[in-house]
């Protein structure tokens, strides 16, 4: 970076847009210093899972050996990266209670700018899946990131709105970094070898700025105890999404889907593949939200399903797509008022009989 000591101590300070309600993240460092067991979980798409970093030096491991170091009392921390690759909010809140929840963690940091679109059925996702972290058992602290790519996207405006509402610390690599950019004193390079994820020395760069954040709340007085506001600012509809797959659910006729292991974090679809029979995958369900997941992929022989419910076409999802890596995708098929039961029904296209499709899960509430 050209940038000297003076403007690297604005790029820190930019970056802290609040420290919201403070009570639970000091509750949280208090636990950690009596040396009682802490846990500190990273929720998000490929840069907290360490793109480009790795697992031992990307900005979330970073962040929680500079928390154990400074905040624990002995060998207390327990380090939670659920960081997923291509992820949006929706596919977070679909598989929050499995990679998240189940470990009762005590901090959780939320990063999804560059993976969310702004539109309000992801904002709503993106809303419901904070309240479910924020209502959890554990009743954890949450921090949002927000991150930007070297075009200029983020969706930093749309969450910072729905971060205040609910009081939370808020980081922004796109407030410290973009005047930077502007004055000369500092390029995109210096973040990222690429168009999106950070080099070893932008998660270096993003580690600063959390614990600058996280230095300058240990040193505030202590808030009152937080509460939850009750209205919502773009939706929490999902706020109760459960995830099924084929451990959980029973499909009425497979269709030549057949139970099959799928992705890494995924694991438990279902598959169609070539040769196999064209009938209809089908089952019932009580819901009033649906999503489906499903696998994306390069591969050629990867082919689109037709999707009904309760007899009424709602939409085609192709598994191929030129950029695709095996990674999951979700869409909404069912947003309703009230749940009832609903029959769903899926078959491969016209074209794509002979190809190949994994559905991952299912989202319902």
Not at 344 to 356: H, Q
């Amino acid at each position: 970076m050209k940038n000297a000591q003076g403007s690297h101590s604005k790029i820190i300070e930019r970056s802290l847009i609040s420290t919201g309600n403070n009570y639970r993240m000091k509750k949280a460092m208090e636990k950690a210093e009596k040396g009682q067991k802490v846990t500190l979980a990273y929720l998000g798409g490929s840069i907290t899972e360490g793109y480009n970093g790795g697992p031992d030096k990307c900005f979330a491991k970073l962040t929680c050996d500079y928390f154990a170091q400074n905040f624990c009392k002995g060998n207390n921390i327990n380090y939670i990266n659920a960081g997923m690759a291509g992820t949006s909010s929706t596919l977070g809140l679909i598989r929050i209670e499995k990679d998240i929840l189940i470990h009762k963690p005590d901090i959780v940091f939320v990063e999804f700018s560059v993976n969310d679109t702004k539109d309000k059925t992801n904002m709503a996702a993106f809303e419901s899946l904070l309240l479910r972290i924020l209502s959890s058992e554990s009743q954890p602290a949450v921090v949002l990131i927000f991150t930007i790519s070297e075009s200029g996207y983020s969706c930093q405006n749309e969450m910072a709105q729905i971060g205040r509402h609910y009081e939370l610390a808020m980081i922004s690599i796109k407030d410290a970094i973009v005047p930077e950019f502007v004055g000369g004193t500092m390029n995109w390079q210096d973040y990222s070898d690429d168009y999106i994820h950070p080099h070893e020395n932008g998660h270096e760069l993003i580690t600063e700025l959390i614990i600058y954040y996280l230095n300058k709340v240990s040193h505030e007085v202590l808030n009152g105890v937080y509460k939850i506001s009750e209205t919502p600012v773009v939706g929490n509809e999902f706020v109760t999404l459960k995830m099924l797959d084929n451990t959980i659910i029973r499909v009425k006729d497979s269709g030549g889907f057949s139970s099959d292991i799928t992705i890494n974090q995924f694991p438990n679809g279902w598959t169609h593949k070539a040769g196999a029979k064209t009938e209809k995958f089908s089952f019932n369900l009580y819901c009033k939200n649906l999503f489906i997941v499903y696998k994306e992929s390069k591969n050629t022989d990867t082919g689109s399903a037709d999707i009904h419910i309760d007899d009424i076409f709602v939409l085609t999802v192709n598994g191929f797509n030129s950029s695709g890596w095996n990674n999951p995708v979700a869409k909404l098929l069912l947003n309703s008022e009230k749940p009832a039961i609903h029959k769903i029904e899926i078959k491969m296209s016209k074209g794509s009989e002979d190809k190949e499709l994994s559905i991952l899960a299912f989202g319902y509430s």
